[in-house]
């Protein structure tokens, strides 16, 4: 059996990132790597292609009957950038204290050589183990799993599992399992406006028309109650309040006010009223804006009344808000609030459908969830416990997945969600590592899992 | 005698852009240039320097009781980019039709010229002419005049005229002369909103803290009132009604209001109640934002909570307030409106003094206006009158020159300018130009005038 860390030192140094052509041997190598690693403990690889980056289908068949588990995972990674602020190469894993160092060795390389290893030590001891497991790893995460629905609807035949299994979301402490139960979706878009038909001499024409600039401010300006609610009519109408059960296990997680807003450098939160700052990022929508352009942005001063001025926002949703069921909701109180003497375009970008999967015996449990996947979140249980030594918390997260929601869309399966990295882990950021400690435990705790689904 | 359209063509093939050092030649050229044109009709040239470019003074003293004209211009020009969209070379002067093209004709080399003509006509017909003239012609103008005041105080004692008399600018038809009374002072800066202390990212974190862009788009939307006026207390208290004459005299220039409309690309003015669009931009202070800033502005969609946003505003003044007695209200009204989770900080840049001067025999023409003033007054109508065909009009601008607001802080003296370009002269921009009959007539004009004003 190999070693789960000089394997993953192997599998980072191919700089697999997908957002950059530059970088296509890197994507190439982590495939190659992927598919020996995989035939090696006994799984057909399969290099599926599409649009872009592949995606490589790895697969145990035994007895139909046997439980059929769908391992999640993408192979790609952030770009590096910026180089200057890593203290170690990139592509070049190093080991300091307990962590070890390198893009892609928290996202998502490190957690699905967790679940590889897991796997192969498991196949080793039994090789007769009565479970079928697919892997199911993109090569376009980083870029927004754009070709992932079309992969899925052309290979559902072969994706005929009773559940998913992955770990590309986060805990917060090394030493408290988190299962993610919940993602935000989202819809993104961009509001342009525009005043006179070219830049204007801000003393020639000042004070005679409407500036964009001024009209963009009195829009945004209006998308808010003071008391920190998204000032939409109809907005919150589809948001379900989170049940008891998950305000709990959320104050079971013991964070602390003080040390976010510390960790914010923010001296007060501007949370809607009967929510805590941690139960507003799970539990509700907004709408952020995430950019405000116009005019003269350079040194000093340039008296332009620009032509135009613009903002893009996002919206966090929640369930049971779509992009679809809110989209005309807020492009209808946008456009009728559009200040006079100037004109608007709304632009359409991203979007993702919010997705929760509910962890069996709680009060909002679907009546006919399916038994296997009741069955891994109490493999998952009770293992977590044993090898954490408490028990998991069920949390949802602020941010979007959309290829959760194309998951139970196109394949009807929901998701088992293991959380494994750490907030100091600089997903993203220069310095990305991975917690040693939080690897072997991971590795335990799938082993766990994975045997107690396998039944003949 | 030279030939005026002769000479502005040698003048402007000297590249004279202050802003750029690369160009040190062509303004070492432009200096030599007036040095010898001036030298030629008679006059003491001296080249003062400056912490920068020099400043040129030009003398002919005769009598001490003599009256004494200060001929104000300067000799640099705006650079000449964007140099694709130039249809003849911008250092090569080109006649077609009535109009002569290339960088600085209009801004200032061609009314300066105008001027010079005038004197050296004048000086042929008449070498005993009983008139004092200094020529002070600057080299900073188009950087904002930064050492002129400093020039102004250490040369204040060889500028002991009765009055400046210049041409930097604007009529509106070839066929009306304009006699510009005012200019708007301006006060610029801009305001910082600090949040979070870091960008964030809007899945994690959006939805708990006052997000910068909006704390700047409820800032900025608090600072005007729905019908365009500055919503700032206090903002007006200086501020001085137009006389009935003003408004008079604007509506003689005949400007339509759908001409504007067109010209600018809009469907509705946006100007405060009881002034037109044409007197809001002369007797009304502004606050216009000329730039917002914050998050990510480049294609598609970024989710970020900036830990930033800003804007650059600029507030045009007019008669009485000044930058000093208007300021402690506009910061002191934005300071107390910063939302609530961010702090402010905001940064002082430009800043220039309203300029009025008022021609004599007029409802609010001081009691104690200088003779010598009224005099020029009164001889520009008399001559232009009888060159243009018709009296002049008495216009304040809304643009700001804080030059003239030095020239009477330091030397004590007002300004008659009489107006030379056109709106369709591309000053600043491409394909400048000059109009040959509007240069003709100006020059027949300031003749006259100086004519009239040469007294033994």
Known sequence: ?????EKLKEYVRHPSVSADSKFKDGMAGAQQFLTGLLTGIGFNVEVVPTALHPVIVAKREGNANWPHVIIYGHYDVQPPDPLGQWQTQPFE?????????????ADNKGPLMVHITAVGRLLEKNP???????????????????????FLKANKHRLNGDFIYMSDNGILTPD???????????????????????????GMHGGVLMNPLQALAELCAS??????????????????????????????????????????GISKFHTPPGYTPFEAIRFLPTLEFNGFSGGYQGEGTKTVIPSKASCKVTCRLVPNQTPDNVKDVIFNAIKKRCPKGVTMKITEQHKATPYVVIPPDRSNTPKNQSPALADCFRALEKAGTEVW????????????VGLLADLKEV???DAVMMGLFL????????????HLGVMKKGIETSERVLAALAKG
Do not use: C
């Not at 030594?389 to 979007?400: C, F, M, Q, V, W």
């Open 389 to 400: 030594g408490k028990p998991p918390i069920y949390l949802r997260e602020g941010g979007s």
């Open 1 to 5: 059996m190999f070693d789960p860390i």
């Open 223 to 264: 998308l808010h109650t003071p008391d920190g609610r998204v000032n939409i009519p109809g907005f919150y109408k589809q948001v379900i309040e989170p049940e008891p059960w998950e305000r709990a296990q959320l104050k079971k997680a013991g964070l602390k006010k003080d040390d976010y807003a510390k960790f914010l």
């Open 176 to 202: 408290q399992m988190i299962v993610t139960v919940g993602l935000r979706g989202m819809i993104a878009f961009e509001i342009e406006l525009t005043g006179p038909k070219m830049d204007l001499h801000s």
């Open 411 to 413: 394949l009807g399966l």
């Open 93 to 105: 894993p190093t080991i300091k204290g307990e962590r070890i160092y390198g893009r892609g060795t």
């Open 423 to 434: 907030p100091e882990d600089n997903l993203h950021a220069p310095n990305e590592s991975f």
């Open 128 to 150: 007769q183990l009565p479970l079928n497991i697919t892997f199911v790893i993109e090569g376009e995460e980083e870029i927004g799993s754009k070709n992932f629905k079309t």
